[in-house]
Nanobody
Framework: QVQLVESGGGLVQPGGSLRLSCAASGFTFSTYFMSWYRQAPGKERELVALITPGGGVTNYRDSVKGRFTISRDNAKNTVYLQMNSLKAEDTARYYC??????????WGEGTQVTVSS
């Protein structure tokens, strides 16, 4: 079965960095787009970044451009989110997502990122 397991979250001071990982299994990882979403308390889940199957094309929401980098290692079935220059407004639970078909969307359980001094 499809599994997505996020890790790497934590408490960090403003301006700090974190690297999130999402280990995938149960599908042919190298053939699917992967994406990171986040959800803050009281807010809707929002797309943060996505990456094409080969890793050659990435896209980001405007508020994280220049600070976050999505990447993937298809040999390890893992997608990463490097987050630099973190701000308080980046505080959220971060989720990994894959869509295998029209009605086949899978999410991990998420990892909490808290940016606070």
């Amino acid at each position: 079965q499809v599994q997505l397991v996020e890790s790497g979250g934590g408490l960090v001071q403003p301006g700090g960095s974190l690297r999130l990982s999402c280990a995938a299994s149960g599908f042919t990882f190298s053939t699917y787009f992967m994406s990171w979403y986040r959800q803050a308390p009281g807010k809707e889940r929002e797309l943060v970044a996505l990456i094409t199957p080969g890793g050659g094309v990435t896209n980001y929401r405007d508020s994280v451009k220049g600070r976050f980098t999505i990447s993937r290692d298809n040999a390890k079935n893992t997608v990463y989110l490097q987050m630099n220059s973190l701000k308080a407004e980046d505080t959220a639970r971060y989720y990994c997502k894959v869509q295998l078909g029209v009605a086949q969307v899978y999410w991990g359980e998420g990892t909490q990122v808290t940016v606070s001094s």
